[in-house]
Antibody
Framework: EVQLVESGGGLVQPGGSLRLSCAAS????????MSWVRQAPGKGLEWVAN????????YYVDSVKGRFTISRDNAKNSLYLQMNSLRAEDTAVYYC????????????????WGQGTLVTVSS | DIQMTQSPSSVSASVGDRVTITCRAS??????LAWYQQKPGKAPKLLIY???SLQSGVPSRFSGSGSGTDFTLTISSLQPEDFATYYC?????????FGGGTKVEIK
């Protein structure tokens, strides 16, 4: 059974940093593109970033470029999101999601999702 | 960036009703369109990919159609467990954007 379990969320002051983790199990983690998708309270879904199987390619939504860094450790079956210079508008539930692509290019769809971890940016 | 617009933003329906949700892309995306269902406090669930392909395990009452800029999600006979919010998402290019959502409520 595919499982994605996020952790690391919490309350942080504006300008602060947080590192999210996603532990994957039930599939060959190193074979798949992975993404982070967020959802502000009461709002819709927003894709944040994705990373290729070997970590050699990473893409970000414009609003987080230069502040967030996606990474992965295939030996630990884990995905990460380092978030720096956090702003109030980054407040959201952050989901780890699997892209079904096992090839060199992503499909940009998300077939499995974690339960999410809440990040609140507030003073 | 490609903008995704869903309509309606909410719909009230009864069990057994046929429900259709529309999604329009600001430019052509071929068939690179996915649909998700989200229930309160839960993660989204993939229903349809490539505009009309049913994800494994999803009931056949869900169907998708369309290509280019105009797409639809149809629930042929609404069941109690289908009351949720539905999102379309373009998978054609970066960034993969979502529509604003359609909430299906009980009439």
């Amino acid at each position: 059974e595919v499982q994605l379990v996020e952790s690391g969320g919490g309350l942080v002051q504006p300008g602060g940093s947080l590192r999210l983790s996603c532990a994957a199990s039930g599939f060959t983690f190193s074979s798949y593109w992975m993404s982070w998708v967020r959802q502000a309270p009461g709002k819709g879904l927003e894709w944040v970033a994705n990373i290729k199987q070997d970590g050699s390619e990473k893409y970000y939504v414009d609003s987080v470029k230069g502040r967030f860094t996606i990474s992965r450790d295939n030996a630990k079956n884990s995905l990460y999101l380092q978030m720096n210079s956090l702003r109030a508008e980054d407040t959201a539930v952050y989901y780890c999601a699997r892209d079904p692509s096992q090839s060199s290019g992503p499909r940009l769809e998300f077939d499995y999702w974690g339960q999410g971890t809440l990040v609140t940016v507030s003073s | 960036d490609i903008q995704m617009t869903q309509s309606p933003s909410s719909v009230s329906a009864s069990v057994g009703d046929r429900v259709t949700i529309t999604c329009r892309a600001s430019q052509g995306i071929s068939s690179w369109l996915a649909w998700y269902q989200q229930k309160p406090g839960k993660a989204p669930k993939l229903l349809i990919y490539a505009a009309s392909s049913l994800q494994s395990g999803v009931p056949s009452r869900f169907s998708g159609s369309g290509s280019g800029t105009d797409f639809t999600l149809t629930i042929s006979s609404l069941q109690p467990e289908d009351f949720a919010t539905y999102y379309c998402q373009q998978a054609n290019s970066f960034p993969p954007g979502f529509g604003g959502g359609t909430k299906v409520e009980i009439k």
